[in-house]
Every structure is written in C-alpha cells, then in structure tokens.
C-alpha cells in the first residue's frame, strides 16, 4: 500500500512536469515523455526546478541526460 502511494506519487509529478514542459515549451515528443515518465524521484525534482529556468526543452531536460 505505501509502495503504491510512492508510485502514484512519482507518476503524478511525471504528469505535472510534462504538462510544465509543454505549456512552456509546445508540444513535448513522444520519446521525451517516455524519458521522464520513467524517471526517478530524483530526476523528477530536478526536472521540476530546471524547467522554470531553462530556455529550451533540451536545457530543461539535463537532469536526464543519462538516460
């Protein structure tokens, strides 16, 4: 049940960053939202903050770079 909770917590912000990156930044392609659905807590916080300063999807997406 927590471990549940968790997932629906890291899902939730995933959903809220793409709607974040494509307000911002138009439309967001497929493979990007597939990046950051399958980010971690981690990245997403990252993520959450890089977007209100980047200029640019691909400068917003650095804290996924690895992936």
């Known amino acids: 049940r927590?471990?549940?909770?968790a997932e629906g917590r890291v899902e939730g912000r995933a959903e809220l960053?793409?709607?974040q990156l494509e307000e911002r930044f138009?439309?967001?392609?497929?493979?990007?939202?597939?990046?950051?659905?399958?980010a971690s807590l981690g990245e997403l916080r990252a993520l959450a903050l890089r977007v209100?300063?980047?200029?640019?999807?691909?400068?917003?997406?650095?804290p996924?770079?690895?992936r």
């Open 2 to 5: 927590v471990e549940g909770r």
């Open 17 to 19: 960053i793409l709607e």
């Open 26 to 38: 138009g439309e967001v392609p497929a493979a990007v939202r597939a990046r950051v659905r399958g």
């Open 52 to 62: 209100l300063t980047a200029a640019t999807l691909a400068q917003a997406l650095e």
């Open 64 to 66: 996924l770079a690895g």
